[in-house]
């Protein structure tokens, strides 16, 4: 999938599922079980052991999923991801790098930014949002104080975020979100409770379908 058409997918479903676990066992049942609850936007972060791996995996077992690579913190991985299927890229903080490195092979990057100066200079750097994180500590009034005088740059809220909370970040201006232990909790997770993960996919998936 082209660079336009991954970004358009996520704009149009707003929530990227984060899985973030202490090892890859399940990890694509897990993309499954989200994908039954309407959310096919899943970021694999570098902190889960066997990321690399996982990303090559999932990409090739289930091609209708867009997978990206998270908490990358140089062009290095960066590299590696994309190599091994990663259709975009999220850093955690300002890495221009990463920016170039993703920009270089047409690939999405988001930038993890949190003050209106790292968020225009990630903008400015090349990135195709800036990853507002953590966002819990400000919420969604702080993504719209952000587009007040930066209407331009696109915003991707992390940290926080929830079925509860979602739509009011959305309001706000944010192009899409991104959800972690809100979605993906670790208990189901370790327990392999599909179903939980399935219903909760479903609760922000009709959140953001009511805020529309």
């Known amino acids: ?8 997918k996520i704009r149009a479903e707003k929530v990227v599922a984060l899985i973030r676990a202490d090892n890859s066992d399940g990890l694509l049942d897990c993309a499954k079980a989200l994908a039954e609850g309407g959310l096919t936007s899943i970021e694999l972060t570098m902190t889960t052991p066997g990321a690399i791996r996982m990303l090559e ?7 209708d999923f867009i ?25 955690p903080a300002l890495r221009p790098d990463v920016i170039t490195l993703c920009r270089r092979y047409s690939i999405p990057v988001f930038c993890g930014a949190f003050t209106p100066t790292e968020i225009v200079n990630a903008w400015e750097a090349g990135a195709d949002a800036a990853k507002v994180f953590p966002a819990e ?40 979100t991104a959800a972690g232990s809100s979605l993906v909790d670790a208990k189901s997770l370790k327990e392999k409770n599909w179903s939980a993960i399935t219903a909760k996919a479903k609760a922000f998936v009709a959140a953001v379908a009511a805020c529309k």
């Open 1 to 8: 999938m082209k660079k336009d058409a991954v970004l358009s």
């Open 137 to 176: 500590f400000f919420g969604p009034a702080y993504i719209k104080s952000i587009k007040g005088p930066l209407p331009h740059i696109e915003i991707v809220p992390t940290g926080g975020v929830s079925a509860e909370n979602v739509g009011d970040f959305l309001k706000a201006g944010a192009m899409a």
């Open 67 to 91: 997978f990206g690579l998270g908490t990358v913190l140089d062009a290095e991985t960066a590299r590696m991801g994309i190599l091994a299927g990663a259709q975009f890229v999220v850093t």
């Open 57 to 63: 995996k999932a990409t090739a077992e289930l091609p």
